[in-house]
């Protein structure tokens, strides 16, 4: 699908986006407007609309191109000029995965130490996607009577589907219950349409799984290359997958509270993870996706997954062919603002993975991923391949750090020389050598290299080097589904199962198998096969234990240079967000509140539980 597409369905939207921001739309209500009596302000009449399958699409496309969660939870990317594209980064740096080192960073990483309250501001997402949906209920609406293919008809119905239950998703796993609107609202609708209660967080999941498994039905089994970017009948099973382990989790780890606005009742768990095992084996069983296995290089290969279009891993993506910015927003620029500097903004490094992260990868034997004691002793002084020796090859393929080779240069963090007579010097040069390395000094030693494109030119600062990238998000892969099966397995009893999966995993990685498994290993296996692809943040709320690893003062890593050996003295960095910034998830933080604004806009929402 091209995004040139989406100029089509601004023009076709006109009239409509200007009554969706007057309609009494679900929690913003606002009185009605008479633009909604005026007459089009664009020259496409309805009859035309509904019998021409390119504008249909065109209304499918803008709907696509308005759901920004795809990409990394962002709430605001390519569509709006005054939006901030830095979003794409926060639900990594509210997780245990980072530190944001931007200087672009904004307010968002305050919402880190405890500052989510009523007022909210952290990966808000509901005015938009209720716009979108209000669309997506319209086609609906609207196909089944539609001048078109019958083949067209049905595979369109079936894509809506899946985005209107992928859009639901996003919010449920944000604020718990929400309204589930399902019809086309106007203006004369009853009051209780208008501003609708929130439903049982349990009828959105059950919606949202049931909608998912509806659509893969009439969705293809195979994707067109002229019809890449929409979703296959397996992205919409996977989606059940993801969502139904969620649900179980829910049930399984949280509280029913609020009459069930929030928590799902524990003795549905099992009927959750039964639902994400099933919708998981469907995907493998098919035998249409893989692990990727193309490189004999295990960093490689774990980069290439990321790098390499289109690759048997991808179940769903969203795709960036460098015409972002055509759309009227900021482009797509992910890849460029976390390489290493310099780039063309001369920032570069933007989430600065903390000493915790990098030591969650094993070595390649299975051993603890931790740095030994001994080499944070102050005579000690050891080189980056035997810090790092043996390490589990996607460590090199997620992260970069000290003496890492990229562009044909090495990376440097070091900060300071010691010279001949043990002193440490950390200003201006000595004897020819900088005191300090080029990258930035106040992150946590490291880098993220997942998804970085070595052969993009990130020194060019023209928007289109900045926002022109062309690196595809991928939203599904099949490592994701292997570790949900396996999570969903364990928790039906299946544990050989689940050690399977595991393993797969593991082999690819090119680490040492588990001989035995446990929801502990399971959870530390998600957390580094799927760094920074946005899960950690709300698998640590769904599990309900972010209170703990969300509350905890977190590490860097500092190297010293020798200049006589130029070998690295290392010291752990304690308190890395700073001497004041005490990370904090409180309890009520595991729904995002729905806040005064919207409960001022509608009185039958009810506000989520410990926000005042």
């Given at each position: ?20 921001a007057c309609v009494a739309l679900l929690v913003t209500y606002f009185s009605a407007c008479d633009v909604l009596d005026k007459k089009p302000l664009d020259n496409i009449n309805e009859g035309t609309v509904w019998a021409d399958e390119t504008l249909i699409d065109a209304d499918i496309t ?239 290969n774990f980069k290439n997954i990321f790098l390499k279009k289109r690759n048997k891993e991808v179940i769903f993506a969203r795709q960036h062919d460098g015409s972002d910015r055509d759309a009227g927003g900021n482009g797509w620029c992910y890849d460029y603002f976390q390489c290493p500097w ?271």
């Amino acid at each position: 699908m091209k995004m040139q597409v989406y100029k089509k369905y601004k023009m076709k939207r006109l009239r409509r986006s200007i009554t969706f921001a007057c309609v009494a739309l679900l929690v913003t209500y606002f009185s009605a407007c008479d633009v909604l009596d005026k007459k089009p302000l664009d020259n496409i009449n309805e009859g035309t609309v509904w019998a021409d399958e390119t504008l249909i699409d065109a209304d499918i496309t803008g709907a696509y191109a308005k759901t920004t969660v795809f990409t990394n939870e962002a709430d605001a990317v390519v569509l709006a000029r005054n939006g901030n594209f830095f979003s794409i980064y926060f639900v990594n740096n509210v997780s245990d995965e980072s530190l944001s080192a931007s200087n672009f960073a904004g307010n968002a990483y305050k919402f880190k130490f405890g500052a989510l309250k009523i007022q909210g501001g952290l990966l808000e997402y509901w005015e938009r996607p209720y716009n979108i949906i209000r669309v997506l209920n319209e086609l609906l609406e609207r196909l089944p009577n539609a001048q078109v293919s019958e083949e067209f008809r049905k595979q369109r119905m079936a894509e809506v589907r899946f985005l209107r239950a992928f859009n639901y998703f996003a919010i449920v796993k944000r604020y718990g219950g929400v309204p589930l609107i399902t019809k086309v609202q106007s203006k004369n609708d009853p009051e209780s349409e208008l501003r609708p209660a929130r439903n049982k967080e349990q009828e959105i999941y059950d919606f949202i799984i049931s909608e998912a498994k509806a659509a893969s039905k009439d969705l293809p089994q195979v994707v067109s290359e002229t019809d890449w970017g929409r979703p296959s009948m397996y992205a919409a099973l996977a989606l059940a997958s993801r969502a139904a382990l969620y649900a179980g989790s829910i049930a399984q780890y949280g509280t029913v509270q609020l009459n069930g606005v929030v928590g799902i009742d524990n003795a549905l768990a099992n009927q959750y993870y039964q639902a994400s095992y099933d919708a998981s084996k469907a995907i493998i069983d098919s035998m249409k996706y893989a692990l990727y296995a193309e490189n004999a290089d295990k960093v490689q290969n774990f980069k290439n997954i990321f790098l390499k279009k289109r690759n048997k891993e991808v179940i769903f993506a969203r795709q960036h062919d460098g015409s972002d910015r055509d759309a009227g927003g900021n482009g797509w620029c992910y890849d460029y603002f976390q390489c290493p500097w310099p780039n063309g903004w001369s920032n570069g490094n933007h989430d600065a993975p903390y000493l915790e992260m990098a030591e969650a990868f094993e070595y390649k034997d299975g051993s603890p991923g931790v740095v030994k004691e001994a080499y944070y002793h102050k005579d000690s002084l050891i080189t980056m391949e035997q810090l790092w020796k043996d390490k589990d090859p996607r460590f090199f393929a997620t992260l970069y750090t000290q003496g890492t080779k990229w562009q044909g240069r090495t990376l440097n963090y070091y900060k300071g020389i010691i010279k001949e007579d043990g002193t440490i010097q950390q200003e201006d040069s000595y004897k020819g050598i900088l005191a300090q390395g080029e990258q930035k000094k106040n992150t946590c030693g490291f880098g993220v290299m997942k998804y970085l494109d070595e052969t993009k030119d990130n020194g060019n600062s023209s928007s289109a080097g900045i926002f022109g990238s062309k690196q595809d998000y991928i939203v599904f892969r099949y490592g994701e589904i292997l570790l949900n099966y396996a999570e969903a397995a364990f928790a039906l009893g299946k544990t050989g199962e689940a050690l399977d999966a595991i393993n797969k995993i593991r082999e690819r990685a090119g680490i040492a198998k588990l001989t035995t498994i446990d929801v502990d290993k399971i959870r530390h296996e998600r957390r580094v096969e799927l760094a920074f692809e946005g899960h950690r943040y709300w698998d640590l709320r769904r599990w309900r234990i972010a209170e703990d690893y969300l509350s905890r003062n977190m590490h860097g890593l500092r190297f010293i240079l020798d200049y006589t050996t130029k070998k690295f003295r290392i010291q752990k960095i304690d308190k890395i967000d700073g001497a004041t910034n005490t990370p904090l998830f409180r309890p009520e933080n595991y729904y995002l509140p729905i806040t005064h604004k919207r409960t001022n806009q509608n009185h039958n929402l009810v506000e989520n539980p410990g926000y005042n």
